[in-house]
């Protein structure tokens, strides 16, 4: 099987080095342009990338490749691993004598003692001070390693344990008195402002590999408006009491669940479903809440029809046949897989996280689709929750319901 680069790809390798970050859009090709490095360190040949014949490594490093859960138990990677003769079963891999392990981020305390070897970091995890970032930071200190990101980081706070792993600060207390002012007047630490920012961006441009990736598809994001019960939505701000669990709501995330339930649960929006399903026969349909998918898994969709879902309850596969659904919660699956059967996806409701919303667009968005045009519908209201909520994702921001609720 030959392996064929793209030019973008091709340039992407000629400025990595170990401990960049791989920046590309969802859907760009990271995982091979990576492993197309990893087999070039380990002595490939250029050419081999470009379609020519496949040269084998010498002594390749040990493999391991630290992704999301569903990536690992879907086989993605083992896919991609494929036309670089390489396994992690020793019985098919060509290297007999290179180990490959694919595990999930849950997992990555387990090789916080592997040294000389090969780590690739999939999907941006190694955020905060907890666990995750320790493990990373001692794998980090006696290995080679990449790390791939369709979205790097919002705050200079986001690139901490990243700068330290190569070295540019010793640790975080460090980077602290350099960088941050704290303010005066929080509870808690906040930052106030960063400080001797030129560093930050000469350290950010000196790891920070963007790929030039030119998309062939052309995304279509139509906003659906449906109904709502501006009666119960107003008696519920008004008297802070919960219809659904009759009690009072206490704080400001439980008045914003329950306008949304209230929202969500309008039959106008059921009605728009299956409007857009009637055009599109297959669809992906993302979600937030429980009560979301049991609407969406009752809904009379036709015959023949089959459903599936992926979320904290069931893991079943993409389905087959020439009409379906797949309900899709957006925790749970808005990233580590990919879908090229299908041209549509439904957003059933919007989810605070603007990362979350580009990671879910881009399960259809990929580079070996079929489809040039590729359809997305938001459903929303024209309600003080959603449209507050649409205003934040539009300026690529996070909805924060607090924020939201003392600024009313």
Not at 123 to 135: L, N, T, Y
Not at 148 to 169: C, E, K, M, R
Not at 211 to 216: E, G, N, P, T
Not at 274 to 291: A, G, Q, S, T
Request: net charge positive; with cysteine; hydrophobic share 35%.
């Amino acid at each position: 099987m030959a392996i064929k680069l793209f030019n973008y790809q091709l340039a992407a390798l000629e400025k990595m080095s170990t401990g960049c970050i791989l920046c590309g859009g969802v859907g760009s090709g990271k995982s091979l342009t990576s492993l197309a490095y990893y087999y070039l360190q380990n002595g490939g040949d250029i050419k081999s990338l470009s379609g020519g014949k496949y040269v084998n490594m010498k002594k390749p490093k040990d493999l391991y490749i630290i992704t999301t859960a569903r990536k690992r138990d879907t086989l993605e990677w083992d896919g991609e691993l494929i036309p670089f003769l390489m396994s992690k079963h020793s019985d098919v891999t060509f290297y007999k004598n290179q180990k490959v392990v694919i595990d999930s981020w849950n997992n990555i305390v387990k090789y916080a003692q592997v040294k000389d070897s090969f780590f690739i970091f999939d999907e941006q995890r190694v955020i905060g001070s907890g666990s995750w970032v320790k493990a990373f930071l001692k794998i980090a200190r006696n290995n080679d390693w990449v790390l791939l990101s369709a979205t790097p980081g919002d705050t200079w706070q986001d690139y901490i344990p990243v700068f330290i792993a190569n070295g540019f600060y010793k640790n975080r207390t460090e980077f602290d008195k350099q960088h941050i002012i704290y303010s005066r007047f929080s509870k808690f630490p906040k930052v106030d402002r960063y400080i001797n920012t030129g560093r930050l961006v000469r350290l950010r441009n000196k790891i920070l590999i963007n790929m030039d990736f030119q998309r062939q598809t052309i995304s279509h994001h139509e906003d659906v408006y449906t109904d709502y019960d501006t009666v119960k939505y107003k008696e519920i701000g008004k008297s802070r009491w919960d219809p659904y669990k009759k009690e009072p709501i206490t704080n400001a995330g439980g008045l914003c669940y329950v306008w949304r339930k209230a929202v969500n649960l309008d039959t106008s929006r059921e009605l728009a479903v299956l409007e857009i399903f009637r055009k599109h026969p297959r669809v992906i349909i993302f979600y937030n809440f429980d009560y979301e998918l049991e609407v969406l898994r009752n809904l009379n969709y036709g015959p023949d029809v089959e459903i599936a879902e992926w979320n904290g309850h069931k893991h079943q596969p993409l389905p087959e046949g020439r009409s379906w659904v797949y309900l899709v919660q957006y925790t749970a699956g808005c990233e580590g897989w990919n879908c090229i059967k299908t041209d549509t996806i439904i957003f059933y409701s919007q989810n605070y996280s603007y990362k979350v919303m580009i990671q879910a667009a881009g399960r259809i968005d990929r580079l070996n689709t079929p489809y040039t045009d590729l359809w997305y519908y938001h459903i929303k209201s024209h309600s003080g929750i959603d449209q507050a909520i649409n205003k934040a994702l539009k300026s690529k921001k996070n909805f924060n319901e607090t924020k939201y609720i003392n600024g009313r």
